[in-house]
Nanobody, 125 residues
């Protein structure tokens, strides 16, 4: 049992950076995979990145590779999504989620069952 809580969203310019946080409340991320998903107003929910809390394995969607970094802080029970070189298409509501995903399902929202309420990211010129 864990409750992810997102923070750090806001307005950024194209080429800028934002760091999103996903803090665990009511538990820890032990034994979980923690993933980030985003949804633009007119698009489907999209996988962004994920990290294995214990092992540190990371996963990214192709569109953010080389720009985004995912990491975790054990002391703060927090997963971070560092977003650099932001593009307008990065705009959307970003959700953090935890679940016991296997490698074949790590990019699937259905593998996650503890979800945060989301944080808005807006990227403009």
């Amino acid at each position: 049992q864990v409750q992810p809580v997102e923070s750090g969203g806001g307005l950024a310019q194209v080429g800028g950076s934002l760091r999103l946080s996903c803090a665990a409340s009511e538990g820890t991320y032990n034994s979980y995979t923690v993933g980030w998903f985003r949804q633009a107003p007119g698009k489907e929910r999209e996988f962004v990145a994920a990290i294995r809390w214990s092992g540190g394995n990371t996963y990214f969607t192709d569109s953010v590779k080389g720009r985004f970094t995912i990491s975790r802080d054990f002391a703060k029970s927090t997963v971070y999504l560092q977003m650099n070189s932001l593009k307008s298409e990065d705009t959307g509501v970003y959700y953090c989620a935890a679940g016991r995903a296997i490698q074949s399902t790590v990019r699937s929202a259905s593998a996650y069952y503890y979800w945060g309420s989301g944080t808005q990211v807006a990227v403009s010129s």
